[in-house]
């Protein structure tokens, strides 16, 4: 399969799974809309996915999927099949324990990822149980990576794209049917979610499974203490240990970002963590169908073209992931800042989510839709220096980007409040792509392609037609007094005049997508 056709089917099944996760979204918000309770759940989920992309998704994958690429590319499939058994040993214990203190500690957890909830002592009671419920989550979807890492070295991207798509599904019915069920129980319905969240879980692992042993690469544990010492001792598990040390940096600065913006977010007004919440789920919908659909294709096929000493093709394939991005990423920003009002009010303003909350939510989201293009050009720029086993000079920069995005943070909030939180991260977000592409270039490991200069005119142009459309199409109607189905109608037709524009416009250009498909 081509990587355009790769990538297509990964993006169209990450479409599926975002179009699942605004209607969760969607439900949640006109079920419970921003209050104390759904800011208990928002830090109580927030705290299994920082795990989960500080170890599973993030760390462990970045350092897994290169050795895992490199000793099938070197060694074959026997001793790579011998590599997945150790790693999954280890793994299983290692998240085993990990549940235990997560549900033991999860006071402490809520206290340092948003002490501000003590305002509301019943909230914060709230976020504890809920963590508790939610915390084996992490080691679900632990497992989970580790699966899509096998299967995406496979090349086999469907089953991993499409698993995410139960978790919302897992949600959707439990804030449905669980949230008035429990109600008639006398138990809070927003503990619903997180029965929901730890069923998604279970079921994003379960459909794994079976793709894995269909290619006989199910792992064997082998828990015995000689097993153990087995896993322990094997190179490659050594070697993911050693790359994981400073993957495991790299990832936790941004997910020490997100600690401290969401304290910060804790001790502002009520609902301002759900406003940023639900401003980010937006905002994941083009990071998630372009950004990580590009990092999913590429990262295992950067890996083996590093591993087999074919340079020309790893710069190419840089290249290719990078002109995806301004063409795909740019007219998303443009979106996100000129038409986030009906965004926000055709997807959110229904039921308990009032007009205050869309405003604000739109204001966030403003401020991600700054930062957006280097959001998802990270998710190619990065896998650039995995590839090579490079994992420290990420590192160095992300921490230096933490601190500048802190210092974002000291300038901004007092003045735009939630809002200056979002535009720190899209600041630093920018500031992290710009650097990791200079480090590219300056080693010459990246050296783009001849048509650049016309293609960015040509994509510069668009952008800057669309974005006036948008300022007008958002200005024409009162998207806040519309009802529910207008709402979504008028929606859907400026969506679609907004990409016939931007296309048609290209076109008109000379830019010849079929040609840039190919490339």
Known sequence: MSLFKSASLVSLLTLASRITGLARELLIASSFGASALTDAFNVAFRIPNLLRRLFAEGAFSQAFVPVLAASRAKDGDDATRQLIDQVATLLAVALTLTCILGVAAAPVLVWLMASGLQQDPHGFDVAVVLTRWMFPYIGFMSGVALAAGILNTWKRFAVPAATPVLLNLSMIAAAAWGAPWFGRLGIEPIFALAAGVLGGGMLQLGVQLPALKKLGLLPHLRLSLGGLRAAWAHPGTRRILALMAPALLGVGVAQISLLINTQIASHLQSGSVSWLTYADRLMEFPTAMLGVALGVVLLPQLSAARASGDDARYSGLLDWGLRWVVLLALPCAVALLAFGQPLVAALYHYGAFQAVDVQQTQLALTGYGVGLLGLIALKVLAPGFYASQDI?????????????????????????????????????????????????????????????????????????????????????????????????????????????????????????LRQFVRR
């Open 392 to 512: 420290r000079t990420p590192v160095r920069i992300a921490v230096i980007v933490l601190v500048c995005t802190q210092l974002f943070n000291l300038l901004l909030v007092p003045f735009l409040a939630h809002a200056g939180l979002a535009l720190s991260i899209g600041l630093g977000a920018l500031l992290n792509a710009g650097w990791l592409l200079v480090g590219l270039r300056r080693r010459g490991a990246y050296q783009p392609l001849p048509g650049w200069r016309r293609f960015l005119l040509q994509v510069a142009a668009a952008s800057a037609l669309l974005a006036l459309y948008l300022v007008w199409a958002a200005g024409a109607l009162d998207w806040l007094a519309l009802g529910k189905a207008e709402r979504v109608l008028w929606l859907a037709l400026a969506v679609l005049g907004a990409a016939l524009l931007y296309f048609g416009v290209l076109l008109a250009t000379g830019l010849k």
